[in-house]
């Protein structure tokens, strides 16, 4: 599942990632259910920027899939979603694993969409033939009204490894056919090794016409995102999502 987030702004600011707000730095001490000590950070709220494509250099996913390693600059330049993923899942040596996740809108503070992750269910030694990029893909269906929200809240959980992650970000680029829609740019901050974090970042979107909001209403899942989590300025994780508009009509 592509549990991402985006950040706020508006759809010409520039390719820039802004401090986050209102952080709080205060950590407690938790528990996995191994029994395991698993270090807890408090919510975070954070405001990222949107990212824009000046002066970014055009790239291919052929020219990616081809390459030693994509970075930031890398994504920021494709023109249209990806068909395939452009790092494997082994590249996630951190251990990042997504939990939860709520979309709100924060003007009426309704949930719109929340999932939570189960524990998993394997016994001990136990395999399995598992699709390696099972839980990279998630398929959301929303009503019309949703396209017509400025602002909405996204609440991210996710653990981490035991090594820290110094400079964690996320780009995150939406499309409607071959058209880039939006595309933002923030980062997590540092998170501690064997933590579980949580935070919250805000949506703030750009108007649509009706003409684009009628297309994207009449043709479900042409609305494509593809997330992209870089450690380091190195692209470890990469999911996929579609939205269809369509619901309730």
Request: some cysteine; hydrophobic content about 30%; aromatic content about 10%.
């Amino acid at each position: 599942m592509s549990y991402s987030c985006t950040g706020r702004g508006s759809s010409q600011d520039p390719p820039t990632v802004k401090k986050a707000a209102g952080d709080n730095p205060g950590r407690d001490t938790g528990g996995t259910g191994s029994g395991s000590p698993q270090n807890t950070a408090a919510m975070k709220v954070k405001k990222g920027c949107n990212a824009t494509d000046a002066g970014v250099p055009v790239t291919t996913e052929e020219d990616l899939l081809g390459g030693t390693g994509v970075t930031p600059e890398d994504v920021l330049g494709l023109q249209k979603i990806t068909q395939n993923y452009l790092c494997s899942p082994d590249e996630n040596i951190f251990n990042i694993d997504f939990t939860r996740f709520r979309i709100r809108d924060m003007e009426s503070a309704t949930v719109l969409f929340e999932i939570t992750k189960p524990p998993a269910a394997d016994k001990a030694g136990e395999k399995r033939n598992v699709d390696p990029n099972a839980g990279r893909f998630v398929r959301y269906q929303f009503t019309p009204a949703f396209l017509r929200l400025r602002q909405v809240g996204a609440t991210v959980e996710f653990t981490v490894g035991d090594m820290p992650i110094e400079n964690f970000r996320m780009i995150e680029r939406h499309y409607f056919r071959e058209k880039l829609l939006k595309s933002f740019d923030f980062e997590f901050g540092f998170c501690m090794p064997s933590s579980k974090n949580t935070c919250e970042h805000i949506y703030e979107f750009p108007p649509l016409s009706e003409d684009i909001i009628r297309e994207m209403v009449l043709h479900p899942y042409e609305t494509q995102s593809d997330s992209f989590y870089f450690v380091d300025n190195k692209l470890v994780m990469h999911n996929k999502a579609d939205y269809s508009y369509n619901g309730g009509t």
